[in-house]
């Protein structure tokens, strides 16, 4: 499999997962986690995001009932 294949399919799997956020906030709070994690520099920690509070970020991984929310999920 070529870079650039694999590079358009975390694209589009990273597309797919923000569009089933239900609201903006959590899409841009998955968007702040998701960098921290490829950001690369060993801090994928709350208290190192520059775009998100640590409790926007707490809400989202520990709060929010995600089974009961409807997500959109693809067939």
């Known amino acids: 499999m070529s870079p650039k294949s694999i590079l358009s399919q975390v694209e589009e799997l990273l597309s797919t997962l923000?569009?089933?956020?239900?609201?903006?906030?959590?899409?841009?709070?998955?968007?702040?986690?998701?960098?921290?994690?490829l950001d690369g520099?060993?801090?994928?920690?709350?208290?190192?995001?520059?775009?998100?509070?640590?409790s926007a970020i707490s809400r989202f991984l520990n709060h929010y009932n995600?089974?009961?929310?409807h997500c959109r999920f693809p067939p």
């Open 18 to 37: 923000k569009d089933l956020m239900p609201t903006i906030y959590q899409k841009d709070t998955l968007e702040s986690i998701i960098g921290l994690l």
């Open 66 to 69: 995600w089974c009961g929310m």
């Open 41 to 54: 520099q060993g801090n994928a920690v709350p208290h190192h995001c520059q775009t998100k509070s640590e």
